[in-house]
């Protein structure tokens, strides 16, 4: 089986990144800079650079998706938060990251430091070559932010999150079509797929109704599950209220970091959210699934059910016919995975909040 490889260029702007990328045989090449070649004219608008961004990452997630290596992200990448969602999104798809600086030639650095003003000198010849151009002002910049990173740094896949499992209800097997003879099979699948993922150390937050049953029943599925369990209160956790001494944390709502992004959760979906307009992240459950996916939204339903049908291909919002799930399928979700589902949405700004609103 081919290994699935991620290539990170990293280095200030005319270092000469693209011609390292372009030495990759066979690559993918995704560069925030093409957002700004129009009809081959470089034209750069610092306005737009989060925006070229997003794009970029977008072309990568889907890329990924299709399966190709190598891609190369042929970007500046000057500081370990620049690559943080490039290691989330190869830890989503299992590609192996390596990281490239262009070395070719020993006036790029003195004494370990990126040589400006040589970088400027290529800057302008690139200029009168080409008409790219970057504002000299850029490129100091890149050279005052830099960060040294030797290897990728490692991404602490710990979290998970998951919802709606409904544990004990009989009515969910045909309300939803999950793919199971018996809520008794159900309930055994579902928390074999939880554990199989989740390790007793590690944190889950689990966004409601995770058991439709008595109290007994209930205790004994909260008992069987690892981890460092979270429980958003759902309308169905009636079961489970008697039993909060053993969850980690218990209450309506809760603002944590998922894959290092500032992210809501709730087991309902809500239309705004703290800081939406800056970015921030909505989780959900409660809808089954049956909500039409929102790419124009950075929220998303993270129940078992959409999970599911995301890991068949059925689209979010279609109703899921018998037999189109598989068991497996029913499971928590990676941080990364959510990370790499985010970048296929977009900010959306709903009322009177922007960028600019504090």
């Known amino acids: 089986m081919t290994e699935k490889l991620l290539y990170i260029m990293r280095g200030p702007a005319a270092s000469g990144k693209t011609w390292l990328a372009l030495s990759i045989e066979g690559a993918t090449i995704c560069s925030a800079d093409k957002y700004f070649t129009h009809d081959e004219k470089y034209q750069f608008d610092p306005a737009s650079i989060g925006e070229a961004h997003r794009v970029c990452r977008a072309k ?66 690139r200029r009168l070559k080409t008409g790219k ?38 009515n969910i097997l045909h309300y939803s079509n999950r793919p199971f003879g018996s809520i008794e099979e159900h309930d055994r699948v579902l928390i074999e797929n939880w554990n199989n993922m989740v390790g007793s150390t590690d944190i889950i937050y689990c966004l409601g109704d995770l058991s439709l049953s008595g109290s ?42 998922i894959a290092d992004h500032t992210t809501i ?3 309902f979906s809500m239309r705004t959210w703290n800081r939406m307009h800056h970015g921030t992240w909505h989780l959900y459950g409660h809808s089954h699934g049956s909500l039409p996916e929102d790419n124009t939204g950075l929220s998303a339903d993270i129940g078992v059910d959409a999970v599911a049908m995301r890991l068949s291909g059925i689209p979010i919002g279609q109703k899921v016919l018998p037999g189109t799930t598989k068991p497996e399928h029913y499971r928590p979700m990676r941080a990364s995975e959510v990370a790499a589902l985010m970048e296929t949405k977009s900010k959306l700004l709903v009322d009177h909040h922007n960028d600019a609103t504090t």
């Open 133 to 170: 151009f970057v504002p000299p002002e850029v490129i100091e910049r890149h050279c005052q932010k830099w960060e040294s990173i030797d290897a990728p740094p490692p991404v602490a896949d710990n979290v998970f999150v998951t919802s709606d499992l409904h544990c004990g209800h009989r």
């Open 216 to 257: 007994g029943h209930a205790k004994w599925v909260i008992q069987q599950l690892k981890g460092r369990i979270h429980l958003i209160e759902g309308n169905h956790d009636r079961g489970s209220y008697a039993h909060r001494n053993l969850f980690e944390w218990w209450g309506p709502m809760k603002e944590v970091k």
């Open 265 to 267: 959760l709730c087991h």
């Open 60 to 125: 990568v997630v889907e890329a990924m998706a299709a399966g190709l290596t190598p891609i190369v992200v042929d970007n500046t990448n000057v500081t370990r938060r620049d690559l943080q969602p490039y290691l989330w999104l190869a830890q989503a798809h299992q590609y192996r990251v390596v990281i490239r600086e262009p070395r070719w030639s020993p006036e790029l650095q003195v004494n370990g430091r990126w040589n400006i003003e040589f970088l400027l000198q290529q800057n302008e010849q």
